[in-house]
């Protein structure tokens, strides 16, 4: 089945104590990119990669890292984590063509205290 | 700047009555336009897309969507609304040639009254 998968799903953590939340797609996909979802915010982008070794940030990248030493894996990683960085991520990955759709993960629920 | 404006943050349908969700969007090429649906602790579901032709594209879940370039337009619709439709729903632009960069509206929550 094609299918993005991040986890963990739900993540409580305190601030300052580094984490990562892995990416793992299976459907060959070159593009990827991380999400974090906000009340009245709607989706804003983190980071993309346009394919292994390639990453770019989005419109929100401050306070994240990301890797693409794999093209199957996107792991997003918080050095430092801050209140303000409690959201709801989503991990989405698709092709590198026009006419193509991304696919999202499920989610993974982040809270920093 | 590419943007999309998603005019209705929350709006409330009886069972059975027709839906417009409406969207808006600002991009200066022909854009790649989606709809997407999130369910309560689900992760997000592509509806329907356009990326060229007829400008009526049809979705799952018996949603269509149209695309009128003049007015900036891509509202979704659904004839007859079931409960389990209730979801925020996010209109989504595609911000680079492949349109694989999306720009997301804000979203709009559906609530289903019977």
């Known amino acids: 089945e094609a299918q993005v998968t991040q986890n963990p799903r739900y993540l409580i953590t305190v601030t300052g104590k580094k984490l990562t939340v892995t990416c793992s797609q299976n459907m060959n996909h070159e593009y990827m990119s991380w999400y974090r979802q906000d009340p009245g915010l709607g989706l804003r982008q983190i980071y993309y990669s346009m394919n292994v070794e390639v990453t770019d940030k989005g419109d929100v990248p401050e306070g994240y890292k990301v890797s693409r030493k794999e093209k199957r894996n996107f792991p997003l990683i918080l050095e430092s984590p801050s209140p303000n960085q409690t959201s709801l991520y989503f991990c989405?990955?698709?092709?590198?063509?026009?006419?193509?759709?991304?696919?999202f993960g499920q989610g993974t629920r982040l809270t920093v205290v | 700047a590419q943007s999309v404006t998603q005019p209705d943050i929350h709006i409330t349908v009886s069972e059975g009555a027709s839906l417009e969700l409406r969207c808006n969007y600002s991009?200066?090429?022909?854009?790649?336009l989606f709809w997407y649906v999130q369910s309560p602790g689900q992760g997000l579901q592509l509806l329907l897309k356009y990326f060229s032709g007829d400008t009526l594209v049809q979705g799952i879940k018996g949603f269509e969507a149209e695309f009128k370039r003049s007015q900036s337009s891509f509202n979704l619709r659904k004839p007859s609304v079931h409960w389990s439709d209730a979801a925020e729903y996010f209109c989504a632009v595609g911000a680079n040639q492949a349109g694989t960069a999306l720009i997301f509206g804000k979203g709009t929550t559906l609530s289903v009254s019977s």
């Open positions: 991009y200066g090429a022909t854009p790649y």
């Open positions: 989405a990955s698709s092709m590198r063509k026009r006419n193509t759709e991304a696919f």
